[in-house]
């Protein structure tokens, strides 16, 4: 068997979202996938570290939030060392609303981020599909949204489709659905990933093999978990 990089971009290839979501399962109580989740480019899975734009409904009054801009927001989440890294952000309490469409999230690729993950809307499903970065969403928009929601803050824990991601958490989507991973836990996590994954290749070998009359008449136990 080929060694795995302890690079963990490299360390997740040939995973999948269930299959995190089961390792998470073995180290932590709390939940940590979110479902429902759609992108121009299904094929194009996301990983990396995790850094937060919180949403809220927009105030008018609100002049100290509103001033920067999401082109304030995000050098704030960002830092100084954007490649690799995964913007999330928090839907404010309005999933349907766009929270950018391809004119902002252009620095994403400007900057070399991994994607974008959001409960929220985005618009131009087109152009964001000719970008490099992965983009998962709640789904396209059409409408402006800035009148209904703004970004407040950055880098501080959000919640996103029921689920509280922090800082410098891993963030792992695909078709499936995403999964959120504290960071003092993804080597254990992908490691575990990976046995599990090996073990259900296992199961399908016995399932293969097994006895169907002796299933029915409960002289043989079924061979999966």
């Given at each position: 068997m080929r060694e795995r990089s302890s690079d963990p971009?490299?360390?997740?290839?040939?995973?999948?979202?269930a299959d995190l979501v089961d390792a998470m399962g073995r180290f932590h109580g709390h939940r940590a996938h979110i479902l429902d989740?759609?992108?121009?480019?299904?094929?194009?899975?996301?990983f990396g570290p995790a850094t937060t734009i919180a949403y809220l409904p927009y105030r008018d009054d609100r002049t100290e939030t509103n001033a920067p801009g999401f082109a304030g927001w995000f050098y704030r989440a960002v830092g100084d060392a954007p490649r690799g890294a995964v913007l999330v952000l928090s839907s404010g309490g309005h999933p349907d609303a766009s929270h950018g469409g391809a004119t902002k999230m252009s620095r994403l690729q400007n900057h070399g981020l991994a994607g974008v993950l959001t409960d929220g809307r985005l618009r131009d499903f087109g152009e964001l599909a000719a970008y490099d970065f992965s983009t998962w969403c709640a789904g396209e928009a059409t409408r402006w949204g800035g009148d209904t929601v703004t970004p407040a803050a950055a880098?501080?824990?959000?919640?996103?489709?029921?689920?509280?991601?922090?800082p410098g958490d891993y963030v792992y989507a695909d078709s499936a659905g995403a999964v959120v991973i504290p960071a003092h836990s993804l080597s254990d996590v992908v490691a575990e990933a990976h046995r599990m994954a090996a073990e259900d290749q296992d199961y399908l070998t016995r399932i293969r093999a097994e006895d169907p009359a002796a299933l029915r008449a409960g002289e043989q136990g079924g061979t999966e978990r």
């Open positions: 971009v490299v360390s997740v290839e040939g995973l999948g979202c989740l759609v992108s121009p480019a299904p094929r194009r899975t996301l880098n501080v824990p959000v919640e996103v489709g029921g689920v509280c991601v922090v």
